[in-house]
């Protein structure tokens, strides 16, 4: 709390010493009827008043008798004062000090009755002091209320010749504002204003040009420059609006036949660019979304085109792999199209035949068995309504046909014996008792059996190969 009192007390000082510099200049500068003003009521002091060591005397004393606390609270309440006065008032004192002409003797006797308050406290007559600055704040106020009115009426008196285009009379208005208040914000906008009075009329001339041509975006660009300098014309906002709701909607329209006639013409790219365009001016704009669906269908469409001619290219060049998955991502997004289904059939029948004819035409030795044989006569029927899509298929179906027929022309094959051994294929048919025999037999695999009395039989198992001859010897020389 100490330390407080003691922060005040050089606050106090210091406040002391800036009003004895303030008074010093008011004095030097403030004229010859502030200084006699001033001398007037430094006389009425003197000579009204006692003499001031008597009365400091005898209030110090009065006060003297006052609890510590009483005191404390006193010497408190003036500090705050002082410090509101300070903050919230000395401010506006300070800028109409900077001002000689505006009621000087006011000005200096603010001055002197200061200088009291802060007298009075040093001397330790904390009630005197409190009610010296009480009256300093309200005789304060009661100026600056005056000087902030006298203000206003020379920005009123400004604007109201602005507005009748006495820019003369507007001028002197402001600088007699700005005379009292060099920044009044006020003030400082009417001076701005009437700069650009010059340049604001120009525009006005050529913003009624444009009204009577009914120009929109003329308007709104006339009326942005005009607000631009002069952005106290508030009357315009309501023509600015109205002529860029105008001109939007002429944009609108703009943009929104562009884009239909870019439809038409099938430039996609550039009709969404200028939906988007009209987007950006109504964004729940019916025409707007109804050209966006119909561009939405012609690239649908334009995708489904560009698709059916690689399918188509595709076919071309017997890829009927590429065919199948072209069919198969597109007729997602368009199952009922009559090209796709006959595509997706006939990639199916091909792929299909394909598949049934790979086992034979991979592994051809297989046909040695009838019954393949016969499954890959049965399978190569099957495809050949195929094969006229596909010339690869063609090809498998030429080269199994082909060994169907290597595998059911008959080899020759030699059988060598000793003329006493009865020979017999097994499940085909008899040799005999020959030295050599020629016999035919279709490709496949065998089984020579031979027979003699008084010797064990002998089996001989061997394989007839497409289009190779064999020769094969069986003898039963093993006694039982």
């Excluded at 008597?54 to 010497?75: F, G, H, N």
């Excluded at 508030?234 to 036949?257: M, R, V």
């Excluded at 027929?405 to 048919?429: A, F, Q």
């Excluded at 089996?459 to 093993?478: G, H, K, M, Q």
């Amino acid at each position: 709390m100490s330390s407080e009192n003691n922060k005040a007390d050089a606050q106090i000082q210091a406040h002391r010493k800036q009003h004895q510099q303030q008074k010093t200049k008011l004095f030097g500068g403030a004229g010859i009827v502030a200084a006699i003003t001033l001398v007037s009521i430094v006389l009425y002091y003197v000579l009204s008043a006692e003499p001031a060591e008597k009365i400091d005397a005898e209030i110090i004393q009065a006060e003297v008798s006052m609890s510590q606390a009483d005191m404390a609270a006193l010497r408190e309440a003036f500090k705050q004062a002082l410090i509101q006065y300070e903050l919230n008032v000395q401010p506006s004192i300070n800028e109409i000090i900077m001002m000689a002409d505006f009621r000087a003797n006011k000005v200096s006797e603010l001055a002197l009755i200061k200088d009291q308050a802060l007298t009075a406290f040093a001397q330790g007559a904390f009630v005197q002091s409190t009610q010296i600055i009480e009256e300093l704040a309200q005789k304060s106020t009661i100026l600056i209320n005056a000087w902030q009115a006298q203000i206003a009426l020379h920005v009123s008196n400004g604007q109201q010749a602005f507005s009748n285009d006495e820019m003369a009379q507007a001028q002197l208005q402001v600088n007699k504002a700005l005379a009292l208040s060099p920044s009044n914000i006020k003030a400082m906008a009417l001076e701005n204003r009437i700069y650009a009075f010059g340049e604001a009329s120009k525009l006005m001339q050529e913003l009624k040009i444009a009204v009577s041509e009914n120009n929109w975006p003329k308007q709104v660009a006339v009326i942005t420059d005009i607000i631009e300098i002069d952005p106290l014309r508030g009357e315009l906002a309501q023509t600015l609006a109205n002529a860029q709701a105008q001109h939007d909607k002429q944009q609108l329209a703009k943009y929104l036949g562009q884009a239909a006639q870019a439809l038409r013409a099938n430039a996609l790219n550039k009709a969404q660019q200028l939906v988007s365009q009209a987007q950006a001016i109504e964004p729940n704009s019916k025409g707007a979304q109804a050209l966006s669906a119909q561009i939405y269908q012609a690239r649908a469409q334009q995708s489904l085109t560009a698709t059916k001619k690689s399918i188509k290219s595709a076919a071309q060049n017997d890829d009927w792999t590429q065919v199948s998955a072209l069919v198969s991502s597109t007729l997602a997004k368009h199952p009922s199209d009559t090209d796709l289904q006959n595509y997706r059939s006939q990639a199916q029948q091909v792929l299909s035949a394909k598949q049934s004819l790979a086992p034979f035409f991979a592994a051809p030795k297989r046909l040695a068995d009838d019954n393949i044989r016969e499954a890959a006569s049965s399978a190569v029927q099957t495809a050949f309504l195929a094969s006229l899509l596909s010339p690869s298929l063609q090809q498998q179906i030429e080269n199994v046909a082909k060994s169907i027929d290597e595998y059911n022309k008959p080899v020759e094959v030699r059988i060598n014996s000793d003329g006493l051994t009865y020979i017999t294929v097994v499940g085909v048919g008899h040799v005999g008792e020959h030295a050599q025999k020629i016999i035919s037999l279709n490709p496949g695999k065998y089984v020579l059996q031979g027979q003699r009395q008084g010797y064990r039989n002998k089996r001989l198992e061997f394989t007839v190969d497409a289009n190779t001859p064999i020769s094969l010897t069986l003898i039963c020389d093993e006694r039982i």
